[in-house]
C-alpha cells in the first residue's frame, strides 16, 4: 500500500499517512492485459524495461507499492507462494505468503466469482498464480479473474505454514502507519488482552490497539472484557481504514482465560502518573463519581470518577462497554474493577456491565477545581494533561466562537481561552448553544480530550451559570 487513510474510532478524526520505505526494483514478465496489448510488468513504470519472462514476488510487489516503485494495475506472475487463509467466498478474500514469511511477505488475493466457485484453495496449499496487483482502497493485491490462473503445485504441512511472525498488539495496532510492512503477513500477539469484546463490528479490541476481525471466524467466540488469549494468529488484514488480524480457525485464537483478579486498591494518581501498565487489571475502591453517564444512543457509555482529595492527575475515564441497567450519579462512592488501558490518548478503565460497579453510598457531587485561565485547559495547555478526566470550573468567560468546526455543526462552543464546551452528556434536545458574545459568571464539568482536542464538558445545565 503507498499510503493509508487511518481511523480512529467513530468520530475521532482521519490521519493521512504517507511511507516512503526502501525496497529492491521490480523486475516481471510479458502478458496481455484486457485489451489484448502486451505489457511489461514487474518495475511497475511501464516503460518496458522489465525482465520479460521473469517472476515477481509477494517481497517487491509489497516493499514496491510502498515506494512508489510498483505501479498499481501491473500484471504480476508469482509462484511458490503458500495459502495461509481459507477462501472468504462472500468476500474472494484469501490470503497468501512466502514461505520464508518476515516483512512485506503476504498479500490478500481478490478471487473473481468464477475463481471461488472452480477453486478449492486450502491453507497449506502451495501455488502459482497470475494476476494484476491494484491497491483497493489502499488495500494491497492481486485480483484472480480466471480459474486457470491459479494453480495448485503442492501443499506444506501445518507446522510448515510461513511464520507466524511474532509481533505486539501495539506494532500492529489498528491505527499505525508502522503496521504496513507486515499487511497480508501472518503474525501472532501473545499475551492477547481483550479491552472490548465487540467494537461494535463483532471485532475484538485488544489492549495495545490492535483488531482481530471476523472475516474467517464469525462470530468471534464470546469473551470478557480483561479475559486474554495466550495468542491470537492470523493474517494482517487492512479494509475500512484499519488493521486487523484476522484469526483463520478456532486455533488461532488459543488458551481463552477469563477475566484476570483485580490488583488491590489501586490509586487513581498511581494510573495517571504513569506507574500502573497498561493491560492491568484494577479495583478503584472509594473514588467518587464526578458525573453520571455521558448521552447515547448505543449500549456503550461513560462516565468519570475521581480521588475524593481531588487535585491534579485524580480523575479518570470509566467506559462500560453495555450500560444497560447502570444507574450511577454525581457524588456516588463507587467502587470499580476494570482493565486500565489508554485509548486513542486517554486514560480509561473498561468495564463490560453494571456488574463491575458497585455503589457503596451516595452524597453531594464533588467540588469542581477552580481554574483561574481557561487558556490552560486548552489543547496543549500547561494544566490540560494532569486535570484530564476531573471535574473544573472556570469563571468570567465569554463565547468566542459558537460553531468551531464549521461548516460542520456539532454541539461545541467555544469560549474565552479557546477552551471548548461540548455536549456528551446532553441529548440533542436538551441542549442549546449559547450566542456568539453570551457570558457566563461559570461553567463547570469534566475535562475531556475526544478528536485529539480538549473539551469542558457540562453535565447538566446547572453546570452552566449564565451572567
Known amino acids: 500500500m503507498t499510503t493509508h487513510s487511518l481511523r480512529t474510532l467513530p468520530g475521532f478524526s482521519f490521519l493521512i499517512v504517507g511511507l516512503a520505505l526502501a525496497g529492491p526494483a521490480c523486475t516481471g514478465f510479458i502478458a496481455g492485459d484486457d485489451n489484448g496489448d502486451a505489457e511489461t510488468t514487474g518495475d511497475g513504470d511501464g516503460d518496458g524495461d522489465g525482465d520479460p519472462g521473469g517472476d515477481t514476488t509477494i517481497y517487491m510487489i509489497q516493499q514496491g507499492a510502498s515506494d512508489g516503485s510498483f505501479a498499481d494495475k501491473t500484471q504480476v506472475s508469482v509462484k511458490g507462494v503458500v495459502v495461509t487463509s481459507p477462501v472468504n467466498a462472500e468476500k474472494g478474500l484469501v490470503f497468501v505468503e512466502e514461505p520464508m514469511g518476515g516483512e512485506w511477505s503476504g498479500i490478500s488475493l481478490y478471487l473473481w466469482d468464477e475463481v471461488v466457485m472452480a477453486s478449492q484453495l486450502q491453507p497449506g496449499d502451495i501455488v502459482d498464480l497470475v494476476g494484476e496487483y491494484t491497491e483497493f482502497f489502499e488495500t494491497s493485491q492481486i485480483v484472480i ?25 501495539a506494532d500492529v495496532a489498528r491505527d499505525n502507519p508502522a503496521a504496513e510492512p507486515w499487511e497480508g503477513v501472518r503474525v ?22 490492535a483488531l ?10 464470546g469473551v470478557a472484557i480483561m479475559g486474554s488469549f495466550a495468542s491470537v494468529t492470523g493474517p494482517l488484514h ?3 481504514n484499519e488493521f486487523k488480524l484476522q484469526p483463520t480457525g478456532p486455533s488461532d485464537l488459543n488458551g481463552y482465560m477469563g477475566p484476570a483478579t483485580p490488583v488491590d ?21 472509594n473514588v467518587v463519581a464526578s458525573s453520571g453517564l455521558t448521552w447515547s444512543n448505543d449500549p456503550d457509555a ?53 456488574s463491575a460497579v458497585t455503589i457503596n453510598s451516595s ?29 473544573v470550573q472556570v469563571e468570567n468567560v465569554t463565547v468566542t466562537n459558537e460553531n468551531p468546526d464549521a461548516p460542520e455543526e456539532y454541539g461545541e462552543f467555544e469560549i474565552t481561552g479557546g477552551l471548548r464546551v461540548n455536549d456528551g452528556f446532553f441529548a440533542i434536545a436538551d441542549w ?23 473539551k469542558l464538558e457540562p453535565r447538566t445545565n446547572a453546570d452552566l451559570v449564565a451572567n
Do not use: C, H, W
Open 238 to 240: 487492512y479494509s475500512f
Open 265 to 285: 486498591d489501586t490509586s487513581i494518581y498511581d494510573i495517571r502518573g504513569g506507574t500502573v501498565p497498561q493491560g492491568m487489571v484494577v479495583l478503584l475502591e
Open 212 to 221: 482481530v476481525g471476523n472475516a474467517f471466524v464469525d462470530p468471534l467466540p
Open 432 to 454: 442549546t448553544k449559547p450566542a456568539m458574545g453570551a457570558s457566563f459568571t461559570s461553567i463547570a464539568g469534566v475535562l475531556n480530550y475526544s478528536y485529539e482536542v480538549y
Open 363 to 391: 452524597g453531594p457531587s464533588p467540588a469542581p477545581e477552580i481554574i483561574a485561565d481557561p487558556a490552560s485547559l486548552n489543547t496543549g495547555g500547561s494544566m490540560a494533561e494532569q486535570f484530564e478526566s476531573v471535574l
Open 188 to 209: 501472532q500477539i501473545n499475551d492477547a488482552v481483550i479491552q472490548e469484546s465487540n467494537d461494535g463490528f463483532g471485532q475484538y479490541l485488544l489492549v495495545g490497539d
Open 145 to 169: 479473474k480466471n480459474p486457470g490462473d491459479i494453480v495448485v503445485v503442492g501443499s506444506v504441512a501445518s507446522d510448515g505454514m510461513p511464520g507466524p511472525d511474532i509481533v505486539s498488539a
Open 302 to 354: 461513560a462516565f468519570y470518577v475521581q480521588e475524593p482529595g481531588g487535585g491534579a492527575n485524580s480523575g479518570i475515564r470509566i467506559y462500560v462497554s453495555n450500560a444497560a441497567g447502570l444507574q450511577v450519579a454525581a457524588g456516588d462512592d463507587v467502587t470499580v474493577a476494570g482493565l486500565y488501558t489508554e485509548s486513542f490518548g486517554v486514560s480509561q478503565i473498561a468495564i463490560a456491565d453494571a
